[in-house]
């Protein structure tokens, strides 16, 4: 499994955008990069996903690198209910599909 | 459309007991996924089921099993439970082996007392 490297802990106002970093030097050219988090006391939730290009929906963009070794979860404007924990995780789709989690970077939005 | 449901909430056992955790996956959704998580270790991967198949196992011990029903649904048993069992167990499930995402549900959280 790919290596991942995030800040253990960011903060932010709210209504202002955070970029949560994550490095992935170690990612091999079949994986995905995959970013969940976490809200307190639930199941992780899924953000965003994506290869090469990147990727848009209505939680968050995703800015993937040219060189794929890192990556940036963009969350346009954060709000109270954004603080989470996030995680960044690079799946293979031939090594049996699990979600490997690290550690994550807990984000803090301040009012 | 539900989401993945587990149950029970909360289960209080003693030590050397078993536990069994049912999760309830998606409709249609065929994959799914137990992990632990423990105060202070993060999320484990613990098993993965599909079409009724052990498909990957983590790093736990044999008294850790499950299976996986004709309607996708699935058990979690813990046998000879330790005090450091104690954890959130969360199921997820998911559609085209994880690559669109998985769902997780809210977990059933195991105190061995």
């Known amino acids: 499994d790919a290596k991942t490297t995030q800040p253990n802990s960011m903060e932010s106002n709210e209504e202002e955008p955070v970029h949560l970093p994550c490095n992935h030097s170690t990612i091999s050219g079949t994986d995905y990069i995959h970013w969940y988090r976490q809200l307190p006391s639930q199941g992780p939730e899924y953000v965003i996903h994506?290869?090469?290009s990147n990727v848009n929906n209505r939680m968050a963009s995703l800015a993937i690198a040219e060189d794929r070794k890192s990556s940036t979860l963009i969350l346009h404007r954060a709000t109270l209910r954004d603080a989470a924990v996030y995680y960044c995780?690079?799946?293979?789709?031939?090594?049996?599909?699990?979600?490997?989690f690290g550690g994550g970077t807990r984000l803090m939005v301040k009012p | 459309e539900a989401g993945v449901t587990q149950s029970p909430t909360h289960l209080i056992k003693t030590r050397g007991q078993q536990a069994t955790l049912r999760c309830s996956p998606i409709?249609?959704?065929?994959?799914v996924y137990w992990y632990q998580q423990a105060l202070g270790l993060g999320l484990q991967f613990l098993l993965w089921?599909?079409?009724?198949?052990?498909?990957n196992r983590g790093n736990f011990p044999p008294r850790f099993s499950g299976r996986q029903f004709p309607n996708y649904s699935s058990e979690l048993n813990v046998n000879a439970l330790e005090l450091e069992d104690s954890a959130l167990y969360l199921c997820?499930?998911?559609?085209?082996?994880?690559?669109?995402?998985?769902?997780f549900g809210s977990g059933t959280r195991l105190t061995v007392v």
């Open positions: 089921y599909d079409e009724g198949e052990e498909r």
């Open positions: 409709s249609g959704h065929t994959s």
């Open positions: 995780i690079p799946m293979n789709n031939n090594a049996g599909n699990m979600l490997t």
């Open positions: 997820a499930s998911s559609l085209e082996q994880g690559m669109n995402g998985y769902t």
């Open positions: 994506g290869l090469t």
